[in-house]
């Protein structure tokens, strides 16, 4: 749950609070399970030093993604983020020096509750702050016009290119605590069907709130960890319910509203003035 959380509040910044579409967040991921997996495992260097690792990896690939995404408008980025998705599944399944299609282990079991637990909280609450930064109130004011916002000298190709690289960082972040909490990767894990999974979370619990990120995360994962029995049967509920959502409530759960200890102080103030 923690880890789809980080997962999914970083996909939030791009999908949500800056009002794109991107679905290759998977491809982020798998980048920072193998790079601080073969830290760990060809390098042997320390834990810590391998999440730092996949984590700028994973930051750095999705910088140089989001240049040309960025200078495109419309749908493409939704189109560009997608192929980097399968271009690095296809290429990590042609490197044998991190096991290719056989996929890659032998990570030590570093992750445990206590970090994942310690990430997450500190996850949120730099996201928290960044949101209610500056640079959040651009970001949405983006999402709401960003021909506004460029007219009042926002430099939108950079704001947005900081939104995706933090996202990807993130998503690099929770690839590698994932690696070493199951010991064992694979090209087939990081599919659309992972980001699919990413995105009914997201969509669940609401875009635009990080309590609607840690709301959706907990219950998808919850859900299909109940519902394993069924096997690869249950892998259709995912898209099922994101049709769903997208139907009956296209704000999801939340729906731009935090909990009261993510909301910014003015508006808890209101709350309890109300």
């Avoid at 999914?8 to 910044?13: E, F």
């Avoid at 139907?247 to 009261?260: D, N, Q, T, V, Y």
Wanted: proline fraction near 3%.
């Amino acid at each position: 749950i923690g880890i789809n959380i980080i997962l999914v509040a970083g996909l939030n910044l791009v999908n949500g609070y800056l009002g794109e579409f991107a679905i290759g967040h998977a491809g982020f991921m798998a980048v920072g399970a193998y790079l601080s997996s073969v830290v760990t495992v060809l390098f042997h260097q320390p834990y810590a030093l391998a999440l730092i690792v996949g984590s700028l990896g994973a930051a750095l690939v999705g910088f140089l993604v989001g240049i040309p995404s960025f200078r495109t408008f419309g749908d493409y980025l939704a189109i560009i983020t997608l192929g980097f998705n399968m271009i690095i599944v296809n290429v990590i399944q042609n490197i044998n020096l991190i096991g290719g299609p056989r996929g890659f282990g032998g990570m030590p079991k570093e992750t445990n509750l206590l970090v994942v637990g310690c990430l997450t909280i500190l996850v949120l609450a730099v996201l928290r702050h960044l949101i209610y930064s500056n640079y959040g109130r651009i970001w949405i004011a983006i999402r709401e016009n960003d021909l506004a916002a460029e007219l009042m000298g926002v430099d939108i190709v950079r704001y947005k290119l900081l939104a995706f690289t933090i996202a990807a960082g993130l998503a690099g972040l929770a690839g590698g605590l994932s690696a070493h909490l199951i010991q064992y990767i694979h090209p087939s894990t990081f599919t659309y069907i992972k980001t699919t999974d990413v995105l009914v979370m997201l969509y669940l619990g609401g875009m635009g709130s990080l309590s609607g990120s840690i709301l959706g995360a907990t219950v998808l994962t919850v859900l299909l960890e109940l519902l394993r029995p069924l096997g690869v049967w249950r892998m259709v509920l995912s898209p099922l319910i994101l049709v769903a959502i997208m139907l009956s409530r296209p704000h999801g759960i939340m729906g731009h509203r935090e909990f009261a200890f993510l909301a910014p102080r003015e508006e808890v103030r209101q709350r309890e003035s109300a």
